[in-house]
């Protein structure tokens, strides 16, 4: 097998099946958050729930994950995303019961039954994030780390492209309960899938500390290097006052007139620009410059943030969303394969977890941050000044972070 390969990874059969599960739960996770914003936004007419869709996914979330990244470094990692990915289909079949003639009575309580299932869901997340962060690895020679973590995106690209606007479709053209039938039907493909990769012995360990100890070192790890750390504080910060993706229903519906399959669409916008990006660096991956081209990509989200915001035009819209895919892609795989390159193996799950304290579990508290400051300043200026912080921290990580901003290489 060649490494220079563009398509080195995919030649590998676990690797196949892994991506492929993940393509098929990222896409259910896409047609379920577009019907549950809609749904829930239906019910309340108030932008304030759309962001604790995101706190009630954030809260669980982030208050397992230091756990979970200690629990990837020590139990099998397929078990826990076996495990992960069946909770997750209890969750799409609960959504899905709500909707039918016999769950009607839990939504006689309003969006509580919806934020509930969030919840839960938010716990498995938590769990599958750094177990899957870890297995990857496991699966593909460490020369085509970078080769792999690129096609990983691509796959998830192509997912959170396709989601969005079959999840809007199905939500306006064929009703609720289709939409959730897909969503369930999507997790027990990935669920599926999953089985059939082969099962991988954990790296040994170097120490037989206890468990906070463990978790411990995975902190101080990233905590000591400053490259890591400034990346993934940078994407954090981005992430959370950068994200306009909690007010696209309000968008959708009262300033660009286009509905719940304008809403896909809106959705998908910037999958689209990711998708092409990731596509286009399988074939010219990043050889020099790597953090000042982070620095730039980061600024760039944040314009694009900012003109969203002031857009009237649906087309205008569009094509500043799916920029903002393209920078974000090109930040994304940057901070994913110097993770992966700098992490030893048995401190994968640690390291991951706490990355995802920082970008995961980012987005979802960015979910509430936008709805309280559309709530209080309106939707228009809370995204105009989400971009507005998002260039101050990059001004501000660049300036402070020499490190990284003369970064060349990402291997």
């Known amino acids: 097998m060649s490494i220079t390969s563009p398509y080195a990874a995919l030649k590998i059969r676990d690797y196949r099946y892994f991506i492929s599960a993940r393509f098929c739960i990222t896409l259910a996770i896409q047609i379920q958050a577009v019907v549950v914003s809609w749904q829930v936004y239906e019910i309340t007419k108030d932008p304030l729930s759309l962001g604790l869709i995101g706190l009630a996914e954030a809260i669980p979330s982030i208050g397992v994950s230091l756990y979970a990244g200690h629990v990837a470094d020590v139990v099998q990692r397929k078990k826990i995303i076996l495990l992960c990915v069946g909770t997750l289909l209890l969750c799409s079949l609960c959504l899905l019961f709500f909707t039918l003639e016999p769950g009607q009575f839990f939504i006689s309580y309003g969006v509580i039954p919806i934020y509930t299932i969030i919840f839960i869901s938010g ?57 959730y039938t897909t969503d369930v039907l999507l997790v027990l493909s990935g669920l599926l899938l999953a089985f059939a990769v082969s099962n991988k012995p954990l790296p040994p360990s170097t120490s037989d500390e206890g468990m906070v100890e463990k978790i411990k070192e995975g902190l101080r790890f990233v905590y000591n290097n400053k490259i890591v750390l400034s990346a993934i504080s940078l994407d954090l910060f981005a992430v959370l006052f950068g994200g306009a993706v909690a007010l696209l ?30 596509l286009y660096l399988v074939h010219h991956p990043i050889k020099k410059n790597a953090g000042k081209l982070l620095f730039y990509c980061v600024g760039g989200f944040g314009v694009c943030m900012i003109l969203f915001g ?12 799916m920029m903002s895919g393209v920078f974000d892609c090109v930040s994304v795989i940057i901070r994913s394969t110097l993770l992966q390159t700098l992490t030893p193996e048995n401190m994968k799950g640690r390291v991951s977890a706490v990355n995802h304290i920082f970008i995961g579990s980012s987005n979802e508290i960015g979910m509430f941050e936008s709805g309280v400051t559309a709530r209080l300043f309106g939707v228009v200026r809370s995204v105009i000044i989400g971009g507005c912080l998002t260039l101050t921290v990059v001004g501000v990580t660049s300036w402070f972070s020499k490190s990284l901003r003369r970064l060349q290489r990402v291997e």
């Open 249 to 278: 229903p309000i968008f959708a519906d009262t300033i660009l007139h286009v509905g719940k399959v304008g809403l896909g669409f809106l959705r998908a916008a910037p999958g689209v620009g990711a998708l092409l990006m990731a």
């Open 123 to 179: 716990i498995a997340r938590g769990f599958i994030t750094p177990a899957l962060f870890a297995f990857m690895p496991q699966l593909v020679p460490r020369e085509l780390y970078s080769n792999a973590i690129t096609w990983n995106s691509t796959l998830w690209e192509t997912a959170s492209l396709s989601g969005p606007p079959l999840g809007g479709l199905l939500y306006g053209f064929f009703g609720i309960s289709v939409a």
């Open 310 to 321: 002031l857009s009237t035009s649906f087309w205008i819209s569009m094509f500043l969303l």
